[in-house]
């Protein structure tokens, strides 16, 4: 299995409880979506399961290793296997964007080799291959301030396409895009996981995407799984109960409607 989180729990430092009990295992070569609500607990799912944040309580194995349970170094180790691409990549501002993707290879790439690259990009076939992946060939030698919110996003890809990790975690990869290149760029993540056995979980807002893009889709709501099943199972019932939410009903109009006169000629 390469991913498997028994009886996860996640409690923040503000005492709030963002997971209780949960289990998951996922495959290799799995492609996985999880959708819910704000606050359901995605983002914090796939913390865990990048072991960027500890389980309250409960167990994570990772690629047959159980994460916390290894040394820091070996846990380092470990993270340079996993991809992790943020809904709002955390690039400096003024960061050029082929320093930005081969950053990607950080994880891998020893202390003098990494402030080497800093100093004189080391791979800029690489990087342009990557961006060129995603349309992005032409931004190279831009700065992450120039870009769109969009453009940043898919430098965020790129920037994992080029780490090529066993375990691809996407939060909210295109929630900035337009919903046509937002299909678009799945289908590049989702073919480049189908192609090289990348393990892939994302997180999305866009449950058509999803159901579009993803053949196993868990449902997470209030910090528990409500349904973990394929895709064509999803039935409108499922999506009712996992989005309800009374708070956002429209409230009923509290002033007389608006009569408009309208004069005869
Ligand atoms: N760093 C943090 N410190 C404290 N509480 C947090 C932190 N991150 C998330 N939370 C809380 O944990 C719960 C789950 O948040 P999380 O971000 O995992 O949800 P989400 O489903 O990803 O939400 P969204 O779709 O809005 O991004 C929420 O109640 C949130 O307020």
């Known amino acids: ?54 389980p309250s309580s409960g167990d994570i194995e990772v690629l047959g290793e159980r994460a916390w349970h290894l040394s820091a170094r070996q846990r380092q180790r470990l993270r340079a296997r996993i991809g992790l691409v943020h809904q709002a990549p955390p690039i400096p501002p003024r960061q050029r964007v082929i320093t930005a993707v081969l950053a990607g290879k950080l994880g891998q790439w020893s202390l003098g080799k990494s402030l080497l690259n800093l100093l004189h990009p080391l791979d800029v076939a690489g990087a342009r291959a990557a961006l060129a992946r995603l349309d992005l060939g032409d931004k190279l030698f831009a700065h992450c301030q120039q870009l769109s919110g969009g453009q940043l996003q898919r430098v965020g890809i790129a920037r994992v396409l080029y780490q090529a990790p066993e375990i691809l975690l996407a939060d909210e990869p295109v ?80 002033v007389a409607p608006l009569i408009v006169q309208i004069p005869r000629c």
């Open 175 to 254: 929630s900035a895009m337009d919903p046509v290149l937002a299909g678009h760029t799945l289908s590049i993540l989702s073919r480049h996981a189908r192609e090289h056995n990348v393990t892939l979980v994302a997180s999305l807002h866009a449950v058509d995407l999803a159901l579009a893009q993803f053949p196993r889709i868990i449902g997470l709501r209030d910090g528990q799984i409500l349904f973990d099943c394929p895709s064509d199972q999803v039935s409108r019932d499922k999506l009712d109960a996992l989005y309800a939410n009374e708070q956002l009903q429209s409230p009923a109009p509290a």
């Open 1 to 54: 299995m390469t991913l498997r989180l028994t009886q996860g729990s996640l409690r923040h430092a503000n005492g709030v409880d963002a997971l209780c009990n949960i289990d998951v295992q996922i495959s290799a070569g799995e492609q996985v979506a999880i959708i819910g609500p704000s606050g359901a607990g995605k983002s914090s799912l796939l913390n865990l399961l990048a072991t960027a944040l500890k």
